[in-house]
């Protein structure tokens, strides 16, 4: 599987934005980029994916680059219920691929009030 | 609200014994379910995929005789954790795919949390 990195943590003020980065920098022409999203104790939860355009939904927005190899996911105005460990996946839409998804460390997030 | 259910949400045995754990689509049918385990401070680590009316395939280093999985129907998979020993105490998720697309999000459970004393 590509493999992405991202930093260990980040920290946000309540209602601002917050950008979280991640490198993917062997990306396939097939790999879909996915974020989910774990707050403490719970199972993760979907955020937002794309394969090349940005995308924007309820929850965030999806910032690719041109060349593929970063993104960036959007928070934009952080709440303290958006404190969770954030984890940027590579998922391989190819016919034959894997449906699994793989975890890395993820971004965790701290929002101050 | 929740699309997949997982049962217990916390369990406590004894070592020696078996835990079994439940994970059900709520409103959709999943043919492929997904179990993963996960340490304090850790990330998820997959553990298997559950396939209805056929075996798991289990990921490097998961112990298929010790972690049964059992896809029965389309919308209900189980994890037994056979023989439970201390070093088995962990957070166990699954998920399931919601959606035809290949490209559908995936749904987790709120996991088990799973302590063996």
């Known amino acids: 599987d590509a493999k992405t990195t991202q930093p260990n943590s980040m920290e946000s003020n309540e209602e601002e934005p917050v950008h979280l980065p991640c490198n993917h920098s062997?990306?396939?022409?097939?790999?879909?980029i996915h974020w989910y999203r774990q707050l403490p104790s719970q199972g993760p939860e979907y955020v937002i994916h794309?394969?090349?355009s940005n995308v924007n939904n309820r929850m965030a927005s999806l910032a690719i680059a041109e060349d593929r190899k970063s993104s960036t996911l959007i928070l934009h105005r952080a709440t303290l219920r958006d404190a969770a460990v954030y984890y940027c996946?590579?998922?391989?839409?190819?016919?034959?691929?894997?449906?699994?998804?793989?975890f890395g460390k993820g971004t965790k997030l701290t929002v101050n009030p | 609200g929740a699309v997949v259910s997982q049962h217990p949400s916390r369990v406590i045995c004894k070592s020696g014994t078996s835990v079994k754990i439940e994970c059900r689509s709520l409103d959709f049918q999943a043919t492929t379910m997904f179990w993963y385990r996960q340490f304090p401070k850790q990330s998820l680590m997959l553990m298997a995929t559950?396939?209805?009316?056929?075996?798991?395939?289990?990921e490097q280093g998961v112990e298929k005789d010790k972690f049964l999985i059992n896809h029965a129907s389309l919308t209900l998979s189980t994890l037994t954790v056979t023989s439970a020993h201390p070093e088995d105490s962990s957070f166990y998720i699954c998920?399931?795919?919601?959606?035809?697309?290949?490209?559908?999000?995936?749904?987790f459970g709120n996991g088990t949390r799973l302590t063996v004393t």
């Open positions: 794309g394969l090349t």
């Open positions: 559950s396939n209805e009316g056929s075996k798991a395939t289990y």
């Open positions: 062997t990306i396939s022409g097939t790999d879909y």
């Open positions: 998920s399931a795919r919601r959606g035809q697309s290949y490209n559908s999000p995936l749904h």
């Open positions: 996946i590579l998922r391989d839409r190819a016919q034959g691929g894997s449906e699994k998804l793989v």
